[in-house]
């Protein structure tokens, strides 16, 4: 399984840095998995070739790029038709409301805690996260590696047992410094990262969703404090075989 990084900036974009968003491929299947501003143009491959869209929540900087890719693949001359989307409902909700009709380019598949779904080659799972609004975390098995993807969250919930024993745990680490100071207690520091990949189990750590404003070198050395081993950033235009 390789993880492309196409975004992995923190609740905004930045220049050269789009937000959340990866294409998860195995063998001849591509995933674009979240679609944070700036996403859609910098897929590493052509938008054609994504077999199917998860996206997280319905928060902007994990959705927004929804458009994009409605509008590509709508008024393209060979435009693209019931690509599979798998999202809590309020992304669907959402992306309706906004272009004032339920756009054909996709086909929309609800996905809650204990979901299971086949995608080409990949197993995709899915787990309720600690999060303001509906938000899910998601475990992806290929050829026997797994994957387990934070999206947005706090330390709490039952989540954390999907997240066990996987080969690559990519964590959101919104905040740094101590957590006991957290402004936004739905999101993890770098040290809370590290300690629940310990906890879980997680034999790689890649940090990701790091604000522009942070020095994510900081937050790497936060996560490395609990995790006891080297901790990688999600560095957009990069990839890492999981
Ligand atoms: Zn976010
Ligand atoms: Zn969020």
Same mark, same amino acid.
């Given at each position: 399984?390789?993880?492309?990084? #196409?975004?992995?900036? !923190?609740?905004?974009?930045?220049?050269?840095?789009?937000?959340?968003?990866?294409?998860?491929?195995?063998?001849?299947?591509?995933? %674009?998995?979240?679609?944070?501003? *700036?996403?859609?143009? $910098?897929?590493? @491959?052509?938008?054609?070739?994504?077999?199917?869209?998860?996206? /997280?929540?319905?928060?902007?900087?994990?959705? /927004?790029?929804?458009?994009?890719?409605?509008?590509?693949?709508?008024?393209? &001359?060979?435009?693209?038709?019931?690509? /599979?989307?798998?999202?809590?409902?309020?992304? %669907?909700?959402?992306? @309706?409301?906004?272009?004032?009709?339920?756009? =054909?380019?996709?086909?929309?598949?609800?996905?809650?805690?204990?979901?299971?779904?086949?995608?080409?080659? +990949?197993?995709?799972?899915?787990?309720?996260?600690?999060? &303001?609004? &509906?938000?899910?975390?998601?475990? %992806?098995?290929?050829?026997?590696?797994?994957?387990?993807? =934070?999206?947005? =969250?706090?330390?709490?919930?039952? %989540?954390?047992?999907?997240?066990?024993? #996987?080969?690559?745990?990519?964590?959101?680490?919104? +905040?740094? !410094?101590?957590? $006991?100071?957290?402004?936004?207690?739905?999101?993890?520091?770098?040290?809370?990262?590290?300690?629940?990949?310990?906890?879980? *189990?997680?034999?790689?750590?890649?940090?990701?969703?790091?604000?522009?404003?942070?020095?994510?070198?900081?937050?790497?050395?936060?996560?490395?404090?609990?995790?006891?081993?080297?901790?990688?950033?999600?560095?957009?235009?990069?990839?890492?075989?999981?």
């Amino acid at each position: 399984m390789r993880v492309h990084v #196409v975004g992995s900036s !923190g609740t905004f974009p930045a220049p050269g840095r789009p937000a959340a968003g990866y294409v998860i491929e195995q063998k001849g299947t591509r995933v %674009w998995c979240d679609a944070g501003p *700036g996403t859609f143009m $910098s897929l590493p @491959v052509d938008p054609g070739l994504i077999d199917a869209v998860v996206v /997280s929540h319905q928060h902007p900087d994990h959705c /927004s790029d929804l458009m994009a890719a409605y509008h590509a693949w709508t008024y393209h &001359p060979t435009p693209r038709e019931a690509v /599979s989307l798998f999202a809590p409902q309020g992304v %669907w909700d959402k992306l @309706v409301a906004f272009i004032d009709k339920e756009p =054909t380019c996709f086909a929309f598949h609800p996905v809650r805690t204990g979901d299971l779904v086949e995608i080409g080659d +990949l197993t995709v799972e899915f787990v309720e996260m600690n999060h &303001p609004v &509906p938000t899910v975390g998601s475990r %992806w098995t290929g050829d026997q590696r797994t994957l387990f993807y =934070t999206a947005d =969250t706090g330390p709490e919930g039952d %989540w954390r047992n999907l997240a066990s024993g #996987v080969d690559v745990m990519l964590s959101e680490a919104s +905040l740094q !410094g101590p957590a $006991s100071e957290k402004d936004y207690p739905q999101h993890l520091t770098g040290g809370e990262a590290g300690e629940i990949a310990r906890a879980v *189990g997680a034999r790689r750590l890649v940090l990701t969703h790091i604000p522009p404003y942070l020095d994510p070198s900081v937050s790497v050395a936060e996560a490395e404090t609990g995790f006891d081993r080297p901790v990688m950033l999600a560095v957009p235009g990069s990839s890492f075989d999981v």
